[in-house]
């Protein structure tokens, strides 16, 4: 049994557990599948120090919205004094209810990725009328430009970082990547999931359906394009992220965005549609910077330490992996671009 603080149980009112394992394989917050000798089953989490405890109230405003709207979702368990939280050795601890099903770190079949696009617009769809100002926001999170100034900054501060000469190789890779970006054009901001990965879908075990999105601390408002392009890199890569031989596949894009637009074709502007393959690339070269800079850094993105020998180390291969994917998502332009067009036309 993992070891978890009988502080943090007794406050939500949960003693008599029969098991507390980590669950998922979210690199940010520490997770565990809490089981009570009830029969009940609970999700623990110890919030990464990044997000604001404050998330939780923007979340619960959510997740009663997303129940009222009939669509499946976690809910906060309130401890015994009825916060949403408690804090206890500097870290946030927050339980919600747990939705039975199956998370993939990849898709495996077109039916999948047509789940999933189904699942992300019915979100997208339910939200669209929930006015709510987020009491946290993670500023500039797609600020490419940003993000590719992080890098450049930290090529200047690492020089004498021992794997230095293959990161400045890879880095220079990235950058000359985003020369090479289409414009995007100005676009409204929509309130959007901010991580949709296909780790952050549940799946039915028995029928294959997507039934719930989760992992909520990264609500944001911001273009929907942006959104619908970090789940794309995420979707279409059926090789994970932990290796740099990435493949962007078109069948499992076909699907993915035939499933969106099966619930919100007319949800979407001209604008908005004609943006998302600009954006997915953007996203996927936004990324590539991002695990570049921490490369040098090693101060962000967990890593795994059964897989590789450090921080560094793996982020350098993540790097790559996204840099070939979106190699192989140029390579198929006029074909995906063509999936698009038939999607919402």
Known sequence: MTEIPDAVLQEFGVTTITSAERFGTGLINDTFLVATADGERYVLQALNPVFDPQINVDIDTLTRHLEKKGLATQRIRP????????????????????????????????????????LLAKFHLAVDDLEIELHTTRLGVHDTERHLAALREALEVHRDHEAFAAIETLAEAVLEAAEELPAL??????????????????????????????????????????????????????????????????????????????????????????SLIPATRTIMVELAARLTTDALNESYFGWNPDMFANRSTHNQVRAAGQLELHRSLCEQLSEVEAAVERAFN
């Open 185 to 274: 054009p100005e676009l409204p901001d929509r309130l959007v999931h901010g991580d949709p990965k296909i780790s952050n879908l549940v799946f039915d075990a028995d029928t294959g359906n997507a039934i719930c999105m989760i992992d909520l601390d990264t609500l944001a408002h911001m273009p929907l394009p942006l959104e619908l392009g970090d789940a794309f890199r995420s979707w279409c890569n059926p090789c994970g992220e932990d290796t740099e031989g990435t493949m962007f596949r078109l069948d499992l894009f076909t699907a993915a965005i035939e499933g969106y637009a099966s619930q919100a074709r007319d949800f979407l502007t001209t604008q908005e549609s004609t």
């Open 79 to 118: 401890t015994q004094d009825d916060k949403l939280w408690i804090e206890l050795d500097e870290r946030s601890w927050r339980m919600t209810s747990f939705v039975p099903g199956v998370c993939h770190d990849m898709l495996t079949s077109g039916r999948q990725a047509y789940e999933a696009g189904a």
